[in-house]
């Protein structure tokens, strides 16, 4: 009698870990093809041994979604990591950019996490006992330019990040929804479709989803209500005091600090060193087109302190 054959069957869990992986290298393809059509260099992808030396050199691993998109093809375009040429040192200044931009805040008495306990009066001594608490947070891997993503958990789907001057942002959900938004530079920039799969929440990571969720939380206050009205107030001032409606417009345009990803602050919930960073342009051109002190302080007087070191 012949023995009877149990069909052979595959877990769930193996059925949809297979389907993600698939998902991810059909995207991965897709991206590094779409980035090739901007004419954005890009190099052939990155070996196994080359992410074991990362990630050796570094201590940290990258997470599985960018894995995939590196072993399809490495970008090697402006404000893209090149983690294959690049010197040790040129990587190292990319991965600690977000902690020295945060203890140059602490350093400035602009920055404080409240589950750090009581913050040292001496500002040497906050910024060390700050620069320990962030060794201790999940390392950042950069992406493109300011914008980064966690290697901790070690999983994909985890947000994307936008690091600057020490002030944190959730930009996306995850990589795909990044590659969707970002605007890469290039004149026939094309939007890139996010796969059906791709994060509709952001998973939470220790330390840095709470660091931009307050972020964003005191941006969006201050936007909504005190910083519209002083902008209107101080556009109504300006052409009181006889300036052309051309230089209104020209004083009043959000230019980001020079950065060049900001010129459209309107468009995004700005942070606050960037609209301190404005606030401050804005009181120097006043300053340098023949206004006094007095002058400034009384048409932006809500921004008294920012004036307060020009000269």
Known sequence: MAATVAPLTTPASLIMKTRVCFSYAAYAKSLIAYLRSLDIPVDAGMSELEFAAVESAFDFVFPPDLRSILREGLPVGSGFPNWRSSSREQIEVLMNLPMSGIRRRILRNEFWAGFWGERP?????????????????????????????????????????????????????????????????????????????????????????????????????????????????????????????????????????????????????????????????????????????????????????YTENIK
Not at 133 to 162: D, E, H, M, W
Not at 171 to 195: C, H, K, T, V
Not at 250 to 271: V, Y
Request: aromatic share 10%.
């Open 121 to 305: 009066v001496d500002d040497e001594i906050a910024a060390e006992l700050g620069d320990g608490f962030l060794r201790k947070s999940p390392k950042l891997v950069p992406i493109f330019r300011q914008f980064y993503i966690p290697a901790t958990p070690c999983a994909s789907g985890n947000p994307v990040f936008r690091v600057n001057r020490g002030a944190v942002r959730i930009w996306s959900f995850d990589i795909p929804s990044f590659f969707q938004r970002i605007e890469l530079g290039m004149s026939e920039n094309r939007e890139f479709s996010a796969p059906a799969w791709a994060a509709t929440a952001d998973r939470r990571v220790e330390f840095w989803t709470d660091l931009a969720k307050k972020n964003d939380a005191a941006a969006r206050v201050w936007w909504s209500g005190e910083l519209n009205g002083f902008l209107q107030d101080a556009c109504r001032k300006l052409r009181e005091g006889g300036w052309k409606e051309e230089d209104v417009r020209e004083m009043m345009i959000m230019d980001g600090c020079d950065d060049e990803d900001e010129t459209n602050l309107l468009r995004d919930a700005p942070d606050n060193d960037l609209l301190r960073c404005h606030v401050s342009k804005l009181s120097t051109r006043l300053l340098r087109a023949g206004w006094s002190r007095k002058d400034v302080v009384d048409s932006l007087g809500f921004f008294l302190n």
